[in-house]
C-alpha cells in the first residue's frame, strides 16, 4: 500500500512539472494521456486528500483545457463526464453538477448517457443544498424513460427512491433499513 502512495506521489510530481514545464511542447491529449497512464498505475490506491485534490484538479483543468482548444473534438464528452466525475471525487458538487448538465444538454447521444443522468439525480438529491426533490424526480423520471430495457432492478431501485422521494437521502435509507428488518 505504501508502495502505491510513493508510485502515485511521484507520478503527480511527475506528470505536474511536465505539464508546466512542457504546455508548448507536449500536446494537451499527450497530458491526458498521461494522466489515464497515472489513474491505471495508481489503480485506486491510497494517497493523501491533498494529493488526490491536487492530481484531480490538475486533471480536471487539462481535460477543460482540451475541451476549450478543440471545441468540436468527438472525445469532449467523454472529457467532460470525466470532469464532472473528478469534481464529485473530491467533493466539489456545485462544480461537477454543472459539467454533468453541460454534458446532459450538449451530447445527448453520449454513450454514458445513463449513468449522467443518475448522477444528477443523485446530486440534486444527495449533494445539492438545499436538496431539489423536482430535479430528483424529473431527472429520475427521464432516466426511466430514456432507457426502458435496463435490467429490472435498476428500474426497482429507482422506483422505489421516487416512492420517497420527499425524504431525504438519509431518511429513504433508514425507511429502507426497516423495511429489510420487517421481511420474513
Not at 454514458?112 to 423536482?134: H, K, W
Request: aromatic fraction near 10%; glycine fraction near 4%; charged fraction near 25%.
Amino acid at each position: 500500500m505504501m508502495k502505491k502512495t510513493i508510485i502515485f506521489s511521484a507520478l503527480t510530481i511527475l506528470l505536474i512539472a511536465c505539464g508546466s514545464k512542457n504546455e508548448n511542447k507536449v500536446s494537451v491529449h499527450t497530458r491526458i494521456d498521461q494522466y489515464e497512464d497515472s489513474i491505471q498505475q495508481w489503480g485506486g490506491g491510497s494517497g493523501t486528500k491533498a494529493d488526490i485534490s491536487s492530481f484531480a484538479n490538475d486533471y480536471i483543468n487539462t481535460l477543460l483545457e482540451a475541451y476549450e482548444e478543440e471545441p468540436e473534438n468527438p472525445k469532449n464528452p467523454e472529457y467532460l463526464d470525466r470532469v464532472h466525475m473528478w469534481y464529485s471525487t473530491i467533493g466539489n458538487t456545485p462544480d461537477a453538477l454543472k459539467w454533468a448538465l453541460v454534458v446532459e444538454e450538449k451530447y445527448p447521444k453520449y454513450p454514458n448517457r445513463q449513468m449522467v443522468l443518475e448522477s444528477i439525480a443523485s446530486l440534486y438529491d444527495n449533494g445539492i443544498t438545499p436538496r431539489d426533490s423536482v430535479k430528483v424526480r424529473e431527472y429520475y423520471t427521464k432516466v426511466l424513460k430514456e432507457f426502458p430495457t435496463m435490467p429490472e432492478s435498476k428500474k426497482q431501485d429507482i422506483t422505489d427512491r421516487l416512492k420517497y422521494n420527499n425524504l431525504t437521502m438519509q431518511e429513504y435509507m433508514r425507511v429502507q433499513g426497516e423495511e429489510v428488518t420487517e421481511l420474513p
